[in-house]
């Protein structure tokens, strides 16, 4: 009796072990519930730091009680418990150049990884234990350097899901799901500013989603990944971060951590969070604090003389402040307190679009009572904005009536704020493709459309006084005005990309889809890859289908498909319903077919393209279609290497200089 008693009391405690639930916002010193060790220590900010920017380093930060990981270990078959977590990273790299390793969500049977080597083992294995079936480790690494394991991690600024071994399971290119969209925006992990990521299980896939700590959750995960854990689990698992550096080094930090076996782990307060230290003030010792000091006092020297020598120019050239010359002030330089006033503190409620590390948000100037766009780019790099800034001036003095003006911008520390005109009607791209229920571009709006684009192209390859090459058109860079007329944005941008440690290349973002042949091998791009961008751009207005669908649906294919069977209409957009100007729709067709070909010297000038679309001019027969297929093979590689990777996303591709200053020397 009292054996069943017993019996009875304890059954319950061991058939249903307690969930575990914990969340850390920042972390304390003498936090009990964590075991640290290693470089790992929690920083004065409150910021966890698992390892400093030293090398060949290690860190592990492990919540101390184990967690029950198998649900019912009585019944004959136990499975691996759900889980759901999310943390905010931020990994610092040192002031000189790139860093490294990374560091990795853990669960493991122990809180020791005896013999683990720094590098890309990340602290958790060394060559013999890595991929051994009895390390019974799951985990989800965020790692900045590539290298290892080429093939699979080939790419470094990826996400991947690891099983007993570095080798990973899956791995992404470090990336989140545009909010409703297939559109994926490229992040950089150790960008220095917080990143927040979200892992779940639910017994059937491990779910792995990353943006930036300013963003809601993506609705898509970045990984879904079908498994069932359980054979990789033991009854009792610890659930951790370990880092590691190598010969690259950064500073890994946790800023706020919550975990939960029992549902989904509560939300996290962003505003509740510690600072990441930046790259400046990670110095605690003695030395570098009079290395500090006298850092201070010379800059407050240098100041001093800056404002001195400022002063006195400045009352020699007093009439500068009156700005007679509206170029002085073109584009306007904004006060950064009047943008933030007209943003209401770039409030996430102001948000009207995101890409890559920028943030654009509607706003309305205090001073003038006019809506704007305030284009927020975070990550640019330093080399990339001197360049930007040095062309910013150019870029203001573009006017036309079919391009977005640059009215003004401000600069504060990396961050670049870009004020332009407020454009009502959103982007081509959601109108093509993401529209409300029953709104339908007519024909007449999309060649309207067409003809504006080719207008503001025209403009600047031919008609300003410097060649302005675009080098990302596409319709999400495309805005409609109230009148449906296009607005193309964000030219010259491409500069803002550059990651060039070589001063002689700059990074241009092209996008999948729209990148030229020639573009994709020699990395130059030209007035006619633009042309060759705005060709699929066609293809894509009236097909009402995106460039690049489906691992194997190239839309310039499909359409050449079409035309040689003799029913190139059967390309048009379903949504038109056959409301359309028959010769206009075969006409951009092959147009856009003659912009997208292969070889550049086939493709039209912007001033041709417009005499085409204005029927003053006949536009050439494609005589030579085997160019189109003659399988490029450098191309096809390149197109499939993206393609297998992501569909959509934007790829960043190595180019020498874009904005030519070069002013035309023909035609004018
Ligand atoms: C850190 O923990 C100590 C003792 O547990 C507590 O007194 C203190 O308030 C905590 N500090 C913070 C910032 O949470
Ligand atoms: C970095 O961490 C190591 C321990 O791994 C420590 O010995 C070293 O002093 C730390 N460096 C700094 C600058 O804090
Ligand atoms: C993970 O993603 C899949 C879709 O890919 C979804 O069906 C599943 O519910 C998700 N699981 C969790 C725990 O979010
Ligand atoms: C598990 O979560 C549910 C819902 O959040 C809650 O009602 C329940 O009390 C939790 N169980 C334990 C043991 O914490
Ligand atoms: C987040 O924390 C701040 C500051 O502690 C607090 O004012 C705010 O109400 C919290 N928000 C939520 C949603 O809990």
Redesign the pocket.
């Known amino acids: 009796m009292a054996f069943l008693l017993f019996w009875f009391i304890l059954f319950p405690v061991i058939a249903q072990p307690q969930p575990t639930n914990f969340i850390f916002h920042g972390f304390n010193r003498s936090e009990p519930k964590l075991t640290l060790d ?2 790992s220590i929690s920083s004065p900010s409150g910021a966890l730091e698992l ?4 090398r060949d ?3 592990h930060a492990f919540y101390s009680e184990p967690l029950q990981m198998l649900d019912d270990k009585s019944s004959p078959s136990p499975k691996a418990s759900s889980f759901s977590t999310t943390f905010v990273l931020a990994i610092v790299t040192p002031s000189s150049g790139r860093g490294g390793h990374g560091l990795a969500f853990t669960l493991s049977p122990s809180k020791q990884f005896p013999g683990a080597l720094p590098e890309h083992y990340m602290g958790i294995f060394n060559s013999e234990t890595d991929g051994s079936s009895s390390n019974h480790i799951v985990a989800v690494e965020f790692d900045t350097v590539n290298g290892y394991n080429d093939g699979l991690d080939s790419k470094g600024n990826h996400v991947g899901i690891n099983i007993n071994t570095m080798y990973s399971t899956v791995t992404e290119p470090a990336a989140y799901y545009v909010k409703n969209t297939e559109l994926k925006e490229d992040m950089i992990l150790e960008s220095g500013d917080p990143i927040q990521a979200w892992i779940e299980y639910d017994g059937n896939f491990v779910n792995v989603t990353i943006c930036s700590f300013h963003l809601n959750k993506p609705s898509k995960p970045l990984i879904s990944h079908p498994i069932d854990l359980t054979p990789f689990v033991q009854e009792t698992m610890y659930v951790g971060f370990s880092a590691s550096t190598g010969q690259k080094s950064s500073s890994h930090y946790i800023l706020g951590w919550s975990f939960s076996t029992n549902g989904t782990a509560a939300q996290l307060n962003t505003s509740r969070l510690p600072m990441a230290p930046s790259k400046q003030n ?4 003695f030395d ?1 604090r009079v290395f500090g000091l006298i850092v201070a006092l010379s800059t407050v020297t240098v100041l001093l003389f800056g404002i001195l020598i400022y002063f006195t120019l400045y009352k020699r050239n007093a009439k500068y402040e009156d700005l007679e010359d509206w170029e002085l002030d073109c584009p306007h330089r904004f006060r950064y307190k009047d943008l933030y006033a007209a943003t209401r503190g770039f409030q996430l409620s102001e948000i009207i679009g995101v890409g890559g590390f920028a943030a654009v948000y509607k706003g309305v100037l205090p001073t003038t009572g006019t809506e704007v766009a305030v284009k927020k780019i975070t990550q640019s790099s330093i080399q990339g904005l001197r360049e930007f800034v040095a062309e910013i001036e150019s870029l203001g003095r573009l006017r036309h009536k079919n391009l977005v003006y640059l009215q003004g911008w401000c600069k504060r520390k990396n961050d670049l704020l870009l004020v332009y005109d407020y454009i009502p009607n959103g982007s081509l791209y959601s109108l093509l493709f993401n529209q409300e229920q029953g709104f339908v571009l007519s024909w007449e709006q999309r060649f309207n459309i067409i003809k504006g684009i080719a207008a503001g192209l025209l403009y600047l390859h031919e008609e300003w006084e410097l060649v302005v090459i675009h080098r990302d058109v596409k319709s999400s860079n495309v805005l409609i005005d109230t009148d449906m007329n296009a607005r193309l944005g964000d030219f010259g941008l491409a500069r803002l990309y550059d990651h060039g440690t070589d001063s002689h290349t700059t990074n241009i973002v092209g996008t999948i889809g729209y990148i030229a042949p020639e573009l994709a091998r020699n990395g130059k791009a030209s007035t006619s890859s633009d042309v060759f961008a705005y060709g699929v751009l066609l293809l894509e207005i009236v097909c009402g289908r995106k460039p690049v669908d489906s691992r194997n649906f190239f839309l310039v294919d499909w359409v050449i498909e079409c035309h040689q069977m003799g029913h190139i209409l059967d390309a048009t957009d379903p949504k038109l319903n056959s409301s359309y100007v028959t010769e206009e729709v075969k006409l951009v067709l092959l147009l856009g077919l003659l912009c997208s070909h292969p070889k550049p010297e086939v493709r039209p000038s912007m001033s041709k393209i417009v005499r085409y679309l204005n029927g003053d001019e006949r536009i050439p027969s494609i005589d030579n279609w085997e160019a189109f297929d003659s399988s490029d093979e450098t191309y096809l590689k390149f197109l499939e290497t993206i393609s297998s990777d992501s569909i959509t996303k934007s790829y960043r591709l190595s180019s020498i200089a874009g904005f030519s200053s070069s002013s035309m020397s023909s035609g004018r």
């Open positions: 290693g470089a390892t400093n920017d030293s380093a290690i860190g990670d110095g605690s010792s570098s």
